[in-house]
């Protein structure tokens, strides 16, 4: 009986000194999100940054346009109309896509 329990006490101590001495993993968390040891290359983090928050204001609607419609040639104007729309109704209608984005803040 004290044979076995010496052998269960030498395996439980094993494996707490073990997972004390290992490596750190490829996905630590040290209170920000997605950060990773790949340097942001992870899949998590790349979904994460590209779904952040829009502050819900005329302006950043308008930035984010012109920023998403890299490839049009007329998004200056086209983003600039809808943000002069968005300012008068408080309704952001994406140029491109048709969406309606409501209670926008007229800033």
Do not use: E, F
Request: hydrophobic share 40%; proline share 3%; net charge positive.
């Amino acid at each position: 009986m004290k044979i076995a329990a010496v052998v269960l006490s030498l395996a439980v101590s094993g494996i707490v000194l073990s997972s004390a001495l290992a490596p750190a993993s490829a996905s630590k968390m040290n209170g920000k999100c997605c950060q990773s040891s790949d340097g942001g290359r992870s899949a998590a983090y790349r979904w994460h940054m590209s779904h952040r928050a829009i502050p819900h204001t005329c302006s950043a609607y308008a930035a984010s346009c012109i920023r998403d419609s890299a490839d049009r040639s007329d998004k200056v104007q086209m983003c600039m109309a809808a943000k002069a729309q968005c300012m008068k109704t408080g309704v952001h209608v994406g140029p491109y896509s048709g969406r309606h984005y409501a209670g926008m803040t007229r800033i």
